[in-house]
């Protein structure tokens, strides 16, 4: 027997239609880096969201809010209300590791671990009632 196959993906993964995503894979940060940042914007409106990684001075804040457009302009053409949007799950999951070697003194070498990084956003609609000001 075969997997069950759903042609549309967000249905599949459990992703409803008033929410837009975004993943970015192999981002070459570490995941434990990137999620300092996104922990700071997950359930927050989103121009709050931008504005506040706009100002934090990491390299995990410029991918996160490449990224943040990019789920941004995912809703926009999905026809959800942009005033209405936050951002539901912001994650930063391992990705591969690369493993390099340096040579170091008296003929030794050790292993440098390059991480890289899933990071996946999630943004949905405020319920019609649940209005914040």
């Known amino acids: 027997m075969g997997q069950l196959r759903i042609k549309d993906k967000s249905q599949r993964d459990g992703y409803k239609p008033n929410q837009s995503i975004a993943i970015l894979r192999y ?22 969201a ?17 990224v943040l457009k990019s789920v ?9 209300d942009l005033d209405r949007l936050y951002i539901k799950k912001a994650v930063a999951d391992d990705g591969p590791i690369l493993k390099k070697w340096i040579p170091r003194a008296h003929g030794r070498a050790t292993m440098v671990r390059k991480r890289l990084s899933h990071i996946t956003i999630v943004l949905e609609e405020k319920p019609e009632g649940k209005e914040e000001e």
Do not use: T
Not at 72 to 80: D, S, V
């Open 50 to 66: 931008l504005y506040l990684l706009a100002v934090i001075p990491k390299k995990a804040a410029r991918i996160a809010e490449k």
């Open 72 to 80: 941004i302009a995912n809703a926009e053409q999905k026809g959800l």
């Open 27 to 48: 981002a070459h940060i570490s995941p434990l880096k990137a999620r300092l940042v996104l922990r700071e914007i997950q359930g927050k409106d989103v121009g709050d």
